[in-house]
C-alpha cells in the first residue's frame, strides 16, 4: 500500500524541497525575517497578554491511547531539604516526565515523513533512537517570534450546533473558512505570519472531559496546506489533539495534512492550544493581529517540544 | 543553627509580604503590567532575535554533585512508525526526563525557604510530594514578558584576569559592579524589567569544561538584592550555575541570595541562561535594553521552569 | 478525625514493635531464618517453575486513577548503535521510567503510616523527598526467600458467582476462609512461610478489563492480619490491585489491612501477583507448598519495589 | 569495515542457531530444565543466602560516559498522603526512571547484534523504537532459576598485584584460568549451569572510585565462549561493567565476547553482580556450587533487565 495519487498532487503543490538550500533544516521559519519581527512588534497596543499554553498535570489531554506520549509526571526529588546543615536555607527541587508531544507543542520536522522522505529530501533513517532527530532537530529552530493571527473560524461560522462557540465534531476546516475567519480578523495574511486557528473543541478537555476532546474532531481539511501555501504562512497551531480533521476526509489517507506540512513545506504545526482566553480578547479588542513568541525549548535530536506561546495585544 | 542577624536585617529591607495582598502568588511578576509590556515593546528596533538557552541535551551542565537535577534523558518512543498501517505517514515521537533545575531554568517561588517559610509568610509545608508547590507554584505565573536589560558586569569592568570577557571565579558582584554596568548599557533599570547579569562564567560550559563552570563561580553579592529592591525589577537572571558568589561571602551563610530573592522578594530568578551571542549583539547595536519573553512552563506545582527566553533587539 | 478504637484494638493485638530490637528495619522478614530456606528448599520436587510477574507494559494494570503510580514506560536509548565505528558489534539499549508500586510489586514497610508513626514506633516524617525512606527502605530487606503456600480461597470457596475459579467482587476474605483454603492446600502454614492469597481477580486483567480488575475487589479482611500473626508469616501476597477488600468493611476506616501488616507487624505485603498458572500447577500436582523467592530490587529509599517473584514446585 | 575472519571463525564454533528451532527466542536458557532445577535444589546445605545486586541509587557504577544508561532516579510521588481524608492511613509511593543495563543487569538477547542479525537469524531491524525487542524481548525468558557455580578466579589466580582478591585491571580471563577456578570449585561445571566469574574488580566501585571501576577492566577474553559452549552453561555474569576485558585483546575488535554469547549462542550475560559477599561465603562453606534465582524483570520488549540474583547456599 502507498499514498493515493491524489495526495502527490497536493504534494506538489506546496512542496518547499530546495526553496532555502539543499541544506536547509527549518523550512517555512526562514519566513522569520527581522522585517517580519519588526513588523510583528508593531502591532503591540494595549500590552495584554495572552497564555496560549495547557496546565502541564497528570491529567492532561492525553488518554493513553498513543503509547509513549504520557502526561507530565511531575516529582519532587527535593523538599525543603536543608542541604548545607540544620537551620541553613532549605531547596525544593523537582524533575519531570513526558512526552514532548503530549501537551501544548509544536511538531518538529521530524515528527512524520512519508515514503521514507523527510523535508527537503532528508530520509527518514536519519531519525535514530540514541541521536534523535540527527537532521531538521527540533533545536534548530531559530527564536520562534512573529506576527501571530487567529483565525477564529468557530466565531466567523457562527456554530451552534457545537455547543455555543465550537464547531462541532465533523466539521472540516475548510479553505472557504479560512477566508471567512480571515475577513472576521479584518487583516489580510501575510507571509511569515503565524496563523492560529481556532475550532473551540479544546472546551472539551476544559470542562473535563479528554476523550470527547480526543476524537472525533474538527481539524484542517487537506486542502487547508495550498491555502497556508498561498499566504507562505511560517507556522499553523489549532486547539486540538489531532490537528486535521479525524476520522479524516479520504479514506485510508491518514494524517494528510501532517505529511504536507511537516514533510513538503517544511512547516512546523502546532497542537493542544488554548486558543479560548486569546478569543475572547480579540474580540473586545477587535483585532486579531499581535505579538506572538511561540520558543521550542531546544532539545537536541527532538521530533517536537513543548511550548509556552504568549501572545501580545 | 539559624540564620545570622546580618541576614535578617537584609531581608526586612527588601520584604514585599504583603505588598501585593496576602493571597500573592507572584510576587514582583506583579510588576509586569500592560503599560511596561508597550514600553517593552517598543524598544524593538531591528528585529534582530536572540535565543537565551542551552540546547537540553544529556551532556548538559549538571555534574552529578546535586542528586535529582538530572540532565535530559531524551529518547525517541517511536520512530517512523507507521501507525495506520503499511505504507502510510509514519510518525515519530519523543519523551523526556528532566530536572526542572537542570538546564536554563527559572528558579520558582518554592525553590527556597527559610525558617519554615515561603514567600508572602506562606509555610514551607505547603511544598508536598504528591502536589509539588500546592502554593505559589509556577503555573500561577503570568505570561513574563518585559523589557530586558543586559548588564555586561563582565564586559563593564573589562576583566582580562578570568579571560577575555569573563570574570574571574572569585568575583562577587556587587551593586557598584551594577552601576557600572548599568552607566555601560545606557539605560536606566526601572520598574518591572528584567535583568539580566552577565559575568561570562558560562564559556566554560560552551568550551567543553562543566565542572569549572559549576563552582568557584563569580556571582551576586548578597547585596545586590536591595540594588535590585530599590530599581523594582520583575526578575533577575544570570549565566551561571550558582546564581550567586559561590563559595559564598559571609562564612557558614548558604545561598543568602535565593533567600532574598525568592523568599523576601517573591522574586524569580534565572539560571544558566546564555547570554554570550546577546552580549555580541548589545555591544554591536549599542544598546543593551530589549524585548524579551521568557515564559514559564506551567507546570502545576513546579519549583521551577526550564525556560527558552528570547531576546527581540 | 482519626482512626476507631476498633482498629486501635487490633492493632494492638497484632503489634511487633520492638520484637527484634529497637533498631530493627526488617520486621517479619527476621523469620526468613536458614532453617527456615532449608525446609523450603526441601519442598522442591518436580522442579518446575512458575513466574508470579505480570508483564511490564504501558497497558499495565494502572488506570490514572492514582496520580505518579504510572504503568512502565519503556524506551530504547539506543538501536543497533554502532558505537565503536561503522561495521562493529551494534547496540540496543533501554530505559524505563514507572512506579515502583505500578504493576507486581512489594509494598516495603514505609508505603502506609497511622498516627504519625511508621513500623517499630519510627517517625512519618523519615519519609522524604530527596532521602526518600530514610528508615524501613526497601534495600535493607534481606533475600526474601523461603516457603511459599498457596492459598486458594477462589477455589476453596468453589466460587461460581464470579465466574469460574474467581471470588465475586464483592467477597470479603475471611479468616474462615482462610482455614478452608489451608484445608484445601493439605499443609499447615508456619512460621516463616509467605503466602499467596488467590482470588482470581487478576482474571479481569488478564482479559482486558483493567477498570474491572482495579475495583471494586475482593480482598482480605480487616480480620486476617490476626490470622497472619498467629501464623507467624513472613510476607503476604494476593492478585489484586487493592490487597484488602475494597470498598472497605468498615465505614471511614481505609486500608486498615495496609496499616496493620506494614506499621503494626512490620510485614511486607504483594499486589498484583498473577497466581493463576500457579493454581492450575498446584491442583495438577496437588499440592501447595513450594519454594518461593521474591527478591526486592534494592531502590535504596525504596517504599516498594516491583518484583519478579517464582515459585519452584 | 567489517568484523574480522577471526571473530567469524569463533562464531561459527560456539552457534546455537537452529538448536532449539527455527522459532526460540530463549537460546540457552532451554537449559534450564526440570531435572537441572531439582538437582540445583538439591545444593541448598545451610540455608544460608547471599543477595548479588548492588543498590540501586544515583550515585550507581553509570559514570555518563554512555549516554543513555541513567543511574536510578528514585522519587517520592507521595510522602504521607492521607488520600482518604484527615486522619486516615496515609500513603508513601515512588517511581524510578533508570537504564535498564544500569546497575546489576542481564543484558538481553537483543542487547547486541552484529552483521545485522540477532540471534537464532532474527533482522536487527526487529528492535524498534516503539515496540523494543519485537522478537527475542527479556520478556521472553523462562523463570531463571539453576545451579550457580562460582568461578572465583582472583582468588584461584591468588593476584596480589591487583590487591588482595582483585585480578589487575589489564587481566585477561582466560579458559585457563576458568580451569584453575572450576578446580578450586571443587566441581565440574555441567550442562544448565549458570556461572558467575569473579575478577575482584567491582572493590574500586564499592570502594567509592567508580572511575577505575569503569575501565580499564579485567575481563574475559574471547577465548572463553568456547570454554561456556562447551560446557553447555546456561547463563554467564561478572563482576565487572564491560564483562570482557577491555580495551579488547584484538585491536580494532570491539565487544566480540557480547557478540559470541548474545547473537551466536543466544545467551544472556549478566554484569555489574557483586560476588564480594558470596565469595566469602563460598571459601567459609568451602563449596562453590549453589541454588540461584535471577529473575528477569519481564520488561515487554526489552534489551535487558535489572536484576536482584539471590545465591542459597
Given at each position: 500500500?502507498?499514498?493515493?495519487?491524489?495526495?502527490?498532487?497536493?504534494?506538489?503543490?506546496?512542496?518547499?524541497?530546495?526553496?532555502?538550500?539543499?541544506?536547509?533544516?527549518?523550512?517555512?521559519?526562514?519566513?522569520?525575517?527581522?522585517?517580519?519581527?519588526?513588523?510583528?512588534?508593531?502591532?503591540?497596543?494595549?500590552?495584554?497578554?495572552?497564555?496560549?499554553?495547557?496546565?502541564?498535570?497528570?491529567?492532561?489531554?492525553?488518554?493513553?491511547?498513543?503509547?509513549?506520549?504520557?502526561?507530565?509526571?511531575?516529582?519532587?526529588?527535593?523538599?525543603?531539604?536543608?542541604?548545607?546543615?540544620?537551620?541553613?536555607?532549605?531547596?525544593?527541587?523537582?524533575?519531570?516526565?513526558?512526552?514532548?508531544?503530549?501537551?501544548?507543542?509544536?511538531?518538529?520536522?521530524?515528527?512524520?515523513?512519508?515514503?521514507?522522505?523527510?523535508?527537503?529530501?532528508?530520509?527518514?533513517?536519519?531519525?535514530?533512537?540514541?541521536?534523535?532527530?540527527?537532521?531538521?532537530?527540533?533545536?534548530?529552530?531559530?527564536?520562534?517570534?512573529?506576527?501571530?493571527?487567529?483565525?477564529?473560524?468557530?466565531?466567523?461560522?457562527?456554530?451552534?450546533?457545537?455547543?455555543?462557540?465550537?464547531?462541532?465534531?465533523?466539521?472540516?476546516?475548510?479553505?472557504?473558512?479560512?477566508?471567512?475567519?480571515?475577513?472576521?480578523?479584518?487583516?489580510?495574511?501575510?507571509?511569515?505570519?503565524?496563523?492560529?486557528?481556532?475550532?473551540?473543541?479544546?472546551?472539551?478537555?476544559?470542562?473535563?472531559?479528554?476523550?470527547?476532546?480526543?476524537?472525533?474532531?474538527?481539524?484542517?481539511?487537506?486542502?487547508?496546506?495550498?491555502?497556508?501555501?498561498?499566504?507562505?504562512?511560517?507556522?499553523?497551531?489549532?486547539?486540538?489533539?489531532?490537528?486535521?480533521?479525524?476520522?479524516?476526509?479520504?479514506?485510508?489517507?491518514?494524517?494528510?495534512?501532517?505529511?504536507?506540512?511537516?514533510?513538503?513545506?517544511?512547516?512546523?504545526?502546532?497542537?493542544?492550544?488554548?486558543?479560548?482566553?486569546?478569543?475572547?480578547?480579540?474580540?473586545?479588542?477587535?483585532?486579531?493581529?499581535?505579538?506572538?513568541?511561540?520558543?521550542?525549548?531546544p532539545f537536541v535530536g527532538g521530533a517536537g517540544t513543548p511550548v509556552a506561546p504568549v501572545a501580545v495585544l
Open positions: 500500500m502507498s499514498l493515493p495519487a491524489e495526495f502527490h498532487a497536493l504534494a506538489k503543490r506546496v512542496n518547499n524541497w530546495g526553496r532555502w538550500g539543499a541544506d536547509d533544516e527549518i523550512g517555512t521559519l526562514n519566513l522569520l525575517t527581522p522585517g517580519v519581527v519588526r513588523e510583528a512588534a508593531a502591532t503591540v497596543r494595549s500590552g495584554r497578554r495572552v497564555a496560549l499554553a495547557l496546565p502541564l498535570r497528570q491529567d492532561g489531554v492525553q488518554t493513553g491511547l498513543i503509547p509513549g506520549r504520557v502526561n507530565p509526571l511531575h516529582t519532587m526529588t527535593a523538599i525543603n531539604q536543608e542541604i548545607f546543615g540544620p537551620g541553613t536555607v532549605a531547596v525544593s527541587d523537582d524533575a519531570v516526565t513526558m512526552g514532548l508531544q503530549a501537551a501544548t507543542h509544536w511538531d518538529g520536522l521530524t515528527h512524520v515523513s512519508h515514503s521514507g522522505r523527510l523535508y527537503n529530501n532528508r530520509p527518514a533513517d536519519s531519525v535514530t533512537a540514541h541521536g534523535g532527530a540527527t537532521v531538521l532537530g527540533i533545536e534548530k529552530a531559530p527564536p520562534i517570534v512573529s506576527r501571530g493571527v487567529l483565525l477564529d473560524v468557530a466565531r466567523a461560522r457562527r456554530e451552534d450546533s457545537g455547543g455555543p462557540g465550537r464547531l462541532p465534531a465533523g466539521h472540516t476546516v475548510t479553505p472557504e473558512d479560512l477566508d471567512a475567519a480571515e475577513e472576521l480578523a479584518g487583516t489580510r495574511v501575510r507571509p511569515g505570519d503565524i496563523v492560529l486557528v481556532r475550532t473551540g473543541q479544546i472546551q472539551h478537555y476544559l470542562a473535563g472531559d479528554r476523550d470527547a476532546y480526543a476524537f472525533p474532531s474538527p481539524g484542517l481539511s487537506v486542502r487547508t496546506p495550498e491555502w497556508f501555501h498561498a499566504r507562505d504562512v511560517a507556522a499553523v497551531a489549532v486547539d486540538t489533539l489531532t490537528f486535521e480533521i479525524f476520522p479524516p476526509e479520504i479514506d485510508g489517507l491518514w494524517m494528510p495534512v501532517h505529511a504536507l506540512h511537516l514533510v513538503e513545506m517544511g512547516m512546523i504545526q502546532g497542537q493542544n492550544w488554548n486558543l479560548e482566553e486569546l478569543a475572547g480578547a480579540c474580540a473586545e479588542e477587535n483585532r486579531y493581529a499581535f505579538f506572538l513568541t511561540a520558543m521550542a525549548e
